[in-house]
């Protein structure tokens, strides 16, 4: 069997993992991998394999090409992407933009 080495960048690890809400621990555990062999490669002293680098990728949510960029890329913030707008008590906007208030009704 052969144990190709994913050379994945060692910052974009670490904000894959970060960024997906886990600790070293319990990304580890779900990658099938010991803490200290994924902390060893988000410092970039070791490397995963391809396999363990398609299953983190998994883990994270991201594809794996990401894991290769040679920098995180920038994100929206989420709470951004999924705001509400306010509306006012008779069930119209509070600001200027078009219609449409997502408010209750009255």
């Known amino acids: 069997m052969s144990r190709e080495l994913a050379y994945a960048?060692?910052?974009v690890l670490q904000w894959a993992r970060v960024t997906a809400?886990?600790?070293m621990h319990e990304a580890a555990a779900r990658i099938g991998i010991r803490a200290y062999k994924?902390?060893?490669a988000e410092e970039g002293v070791e490397w995963l394999t391809l396999r363990q680098a398609?299953?983190?990728a998994d883990v994270y949510e991201r594809p794996l090409a990401v894991l290769?960029?040679?920098e995180p890329p920038e994100e929206e913030e989420v709470a951004a992407l999924f705001r509400r707008?306010?509306?006012n008590a008779s069930g119209g906007r509070t600001d200027s933009r078009p219609p449409g208030c997502w408010g209750r009704q009255r």
Do not use: D, S
Request: hydrophobic share 40%.
């Open 9 to 11: 960048t060692p910052e």
């Open 21 to 23: 809400g886990l600790e």
């Open 38 to 40: 994924l902390q060893m």
């Open 54 to 56: 398609e299953i983190a």
């Open 68 to 70: 290769f960029r040679e």
């Open 85 to 87: 707008l306010r509306c």
